[in-house]
């Protein structure tokens, strides 16, 4: 018997990004955890120096053939940046996307920084997606992590963006302060229903400098473990890639000074890989129960082959139990799987 599928995770996005940080840009509040500075390496944006250092990059990558690429204002709050800065960065994402180095433009910003008007205005000014900072839908969770905003701001943010015709991106943060068990899968559910075109997960840590340190250092914070977050990023990625949404990113970035600063919390520079081995093998183990007989040949895309097992073969001996060994396995082009049993 021969049993052919597909993975669930929706095609990747063709253009790379290239990411120019505004840390702290903008913010009007400092949120428990964050670590714009430690993440990024530097501190506050002088928005002068940021925009004449992306210009200048963007030409030498347009004179050296590069690209093309989204051009994505992070790290800061980017619509409650003064307009007049909110347009020359969008100016500057115009002129190389007419010499066809850019081919959209994409920000970061808080949901309750957003409006309808506002965001028409960008949107005429050349902005193609919009990510928000929601971190979490639970109003509990928000208040504990000082974001400054409910659930339903979160969720009304969502909608101006799409009614907009903008695209969404939706950033969650599991394992906040006043996480309890299920909200982060019910957070995960409901951002899939608002139908994002990208996601990205970043479980809780604790950074030196923080406010979040201060009350881990009082033993009032206890962050999630990395073997909790790869089982719960595992459990959520299939709901994600369900509804046609790109998970572009599992935990920090290794960025800057980040790692040296991590005081606690579940942060690997391989978690990306453990969450969607874990998730490719609740897959393949639903695909095959109910068939008869073991597995003789598992014909798997040569594109999941650094998942498939597991960080350091990790998930070896739960696929063993499967039947499903390295002789078995067989890696080919395209995107199907195959599995025959006999």
Same mark, same amino acid.
């Given at each position: 018997?021969?049993?052919?599928?597909?993975?669930?995770?929706?095609? &990747?996005?063709?253009?790379?990004?290239?990411?120019?940080?505004?840390?702290?840009?903008?913010?009007?509040?400092?949120? !428990?955890?964050?670590?714009?500075?430690?993440?990024?390496?530097?501190?506050? /944006?002088?928005?002068?120096?940021?925009?004449?250092?992306?210009?200048?990059?963007?030409?030498?990558?347009?004179?050296?053939?590069?690209?093309?690429?989204?051009?994505?204002?992070?790290?800061?709050?980017?619509?409650?940046?003064?307009?007049?800065?909110?347009?020359?960065?969008?100016?500057?994402?115009?002129?190389?996307?007419?010499?066809?180095?850019?081919?959209?433009?994409?920000?970061?910003?808080?949901?309750?920084?957003?409006? /309808?008007?506002?965001?028409?205005?960008?949107?005429?000014?050349?902005?193609?997606?919009?990510?928000?900072?929601?971190?979490?839908?639970?109003?509990?969770?928000?208040?504990?992590?000082?974001?400054?905003?409910?659930?339903?701001?979160?969720?009304?943010?969502?909608?101006?963006?799409?009614?907009?015709?903008?695209?969404?991106?939706?950033?969650?943060?599991?394992?906040?302060?006043?996480?309890?068990?299920?909200?982060?899968?019910?957070?995960?559910?409901?951002?899939?229903?608002?139908?994002?075109? !990208?996601?990205?997960?970043?479980?809780?840590?604790?950074?030196?400098?923080?406010?979040?340190?201060?009350?881990?250092?009082?033993?009032?914070?206890?962050?999630?473990?990395?073997?909790?977050?790869?089982?719960?990023?595992?459990?959520?990625?299939?709901?994600?890639?369900?509804?046609? !949404?790109?998970? @572009?990113?599992?935990?920090?970035? &290794?960025?800057?000074?980040?790692?040296?600063?991590?005081?606690?919390?579940?942060?690997?520079?391989?978690?990306?890989?453990?969450?969607?081995?874990?998730?490719?093998? /609740? @897959? @393949?183990?639903?695909?095959?129960?109910?068939?008869?007989?073991?597995?003789?040949?598992?014909?798997?895309?040569?594109?999941?082959?650094?998942?498939?097992?597991?960080?350091?073969?990790?998930?070896?001996?739960?696929?063993?139990?499967?039947?499903?060994?390295?002789?078995?396995?067989?890696?080919?082009?395209?995107?199907?799987?195959?599995?025959?049993?006999?």
């Amino acid at each position: 018997m021969q049993l052919v599928f597909s993975h669930p995770e929706p095609a &990747p996005q063709r253009a790379a990004v290239w990411p120019v940080f505004l840390p702290f840009a903008g913010c009007p509040y400092r949120c !428990v955890y964050c670590a714009q500075d430690k993440q990024t390496g530097r501190g506050e /944006a002088e928005l002068e120096d940021v925009f004449r250092t992306a210009g200048e990059d963007l030409g030498r990558a347009l004179d050296e053939g590069r690209g093309p690429y989204e051009l994505a204002f992070y790290g800061g709050t980017f619509t409650a940046l003064p307009w007049a800065w909110q347009a020359r960065f969008l100016e500057l994402g115009a002129r190389f996307r007419e010499c066809g180095l850019v081919t959209r433009v994409r920000c970061s910003t808080r949901p309750d920084r957003v409006d /309808a008007a506002g965001l028409d205005r960008l949107r005429a000014a050349g902005l193609d997606l919009v990510e928000l900072g929601v971190q979490s839908f639970d109003d509990a969770a928000l208040r504990a992590a000082s974001r400054g905003y409910a659930g339903d701001v979160a969720r009304a943010a969502c909608g101006l963006v799409r009614a907009a015709g903008l695209g969404l991106g939706i950033q969650l943060m599991p394992g906040l302060p006043g996480d309890r068990p299920g909200m982060f899968r019910a957070d995960a559910a409901e951002a899939a229903a608002l139908s994002p075109e !990208v996601a990205r997960l970043y479980p809780c840590l604790v950074i030196r400098g923080t406010a979040l340190a201060e009350v881990w250092a009082r033993g009032g914070f206890t962050p999630w473990t990395l073997e909790r977050a790869g089982e719960e990023l595992a459990a959520a990625l299939p709901v994600l890639w369900e509804r046609g !949404v790109r998970v @572009i990113r599992l935990g920090l970035a &290794p960025e800057g000074t980040l790692a040296e600063h991590i005081l606690a919390g579940p942060w690997h520079p391989a978690l990306g890989q453990t969450a969607r081995g874990r998730a490719l093998l /609740a @897959i @393949i183990r639903a695909r095959l129960d109910g068939l008869d007989g073991p597995v003789t040949l598992f014909e798997a895309p040569r594109r999941y082959q650094g998942e498939f097992f597991g960080h350091r073969n990790e998930l070896a001996a739960e696929y063993a139990a499967l039947g499903i060994g390295r002789e078995t396995v067989r890696w080919v082009a395209g995107d199907e799987f195959r599995l025959t049993t006999g």
